[in-house]
């Protein structure tokens, strides 16, 4: 079974930084496009940052320069480093794969950047 845990979430002030680590199980991650999402109350769910197999990213606008996305094969793990966090970074985050056509999401790890 597909299983993936979210952790690394928690309060900050802006300016400072968090690293967020997805656990997986049930599927080696080195072979599959993965995701950070990110979802505020009341939003939609948003992509944050795409990492493929072949290791190119690809960011949304509001976190370029200041979000790292990458995968750890040894532990199989997908992370994000995240840089300068700012309020409105405020949102619960998500990771996901798509693995056999099913999109598979974690629980989420809640992240509150305070002003």
């Known amino acids: 079974q597909v299983q993936l845990v979210e952790s690394g979430g928690g309060l900050v002030q802006a300016g400072g930084s968090l690293r967020l680590s997805c656990a997986a199980s049930?599927?080696?991650?080195?072979?599959?496009?993965m995701g950070w999402y990110r979802q505020a109350p009341g939003k939609q769910r948003d992509v944050v940052a795409i990492?493929?197999?072949?290791?190119?990213?690809n960011y949304a606008d509001s976190v370029k320069a200041r979000f790292t996305i990458s995968m750890d094969n040894a532990k199989n793990t997908l992370d994000l480093q995240m840089n300068s966090l700012k309020p409105e970074d405020t949102a619960v985050y998500y990771c996901?794969?798509?693995?056999?056509?099913?999109?598979?999401w974690g629980q989420g790890t809640q992240v509150t950047v305070s002003s």
């Open positions: 996901g794969v798509v693995n056999r056509g099913n999109v598979y």
């Open positions: 990492i493929t197999s072949r290791g190119s990213t």
């Open positions: 049930g599927i080696d991650i080195s072979g599959r496009t």
